[in-house]
């Protein structure tokens, strides 16, 4: 299994690098120090997973993940970064990285989160996932009351068909709602939606 560190400072990949080494038997780490170097290693081995640092000199924040994603959209990308806002680790998700691990984390939590992206999980880390719940359950407050009762039956699994038949809506109507409990819970599909409720404490009525 190929893995691809991308830090423009020596001592952190020489430090990481033995780190990632106890992540499976028979991993290789690879390494690069700014986004074209890791495009051009994307491009010549395949990788199970990139590990990318937003503070590289050559690039700015998201900047940087959106360049090396634009060049390799298809490689799984866990962003490293000092930078604990969670809005702003919400955002590096939202365009298109499977994790965010602040450099402050522990050895253990690290790779605790890596071998979870590995599996296939989408990692946060728990205060931004806190963060999100707060930020949800008071989006929940601001859906009015139609959407409050469609939302309940998108959370009960009611596809838009049934939905608009136990409230007497057309489904063209019900899609409308649908489309605007997302935009609202920052959802971008059921099954987030149910996952935000869950972590929000929302109870399925």
Do not use: W
Not at 2 to 8: A, F, G, I, S
Not at 41 to 46: D, E, F, G, H, M
Not at 64 to 73: G, H, K, Q, S, Y
């Amino acid at each position: 299994m190929n893995l691809l560190l991308v830090d423009d400072h020596t001592l952190f990949r020489e430090g990481l690098r033995g780190l990632l080494a106890n992540i499976s038997p028979g991993v290789a780490i690879h390494e690069a120090a700014s986004v074209e170097d890791a495009v051009d290693a994307c491009r010549a081995t395949p990788f199970r997973m990139v590990l990318l640092d937003l503070g590289l000199t050559s690039t700015s924040g998201l900047d940087t993940l959106d360049r090396f994603r634009a060049a390799i959209p298809d490689v799984p990308v866990v962003v490293l970064s000092g930078d604990q806002e969670p809005r702003h680790i919400r955002s590096a998700i939202d365009r298109g990285a499977v994790g965010f691990v602040p450099k402050s984390h522990s050895s253990d939590l690290m790779i605790a989160a890596l071998r979870f992206v590995l599996a296939g999980g989408v990692y946060l880390p728990p205060h931004a996932v806190d963060a999100q719940a707060e930020s949800a359950a008071a989006s929940f407050t601001r859906l009015s009351p139609r959407q409050q009762q469609v939302s309940q039956l998108l959370l009960q699994g009611c596809p838009n068909k049934v939905i608009a038949k136990q409230l007497g809506l057309s489904e063209g109507t019900v899609k409308a709602h649908v489309s605007a409990i997302f935009q609202i819970l920052g959802a971008r599909n059921r099954v987030e939606a149910v996952m935000i409720a869950a972590r929000s404490g929302i109870k399925v009525m």
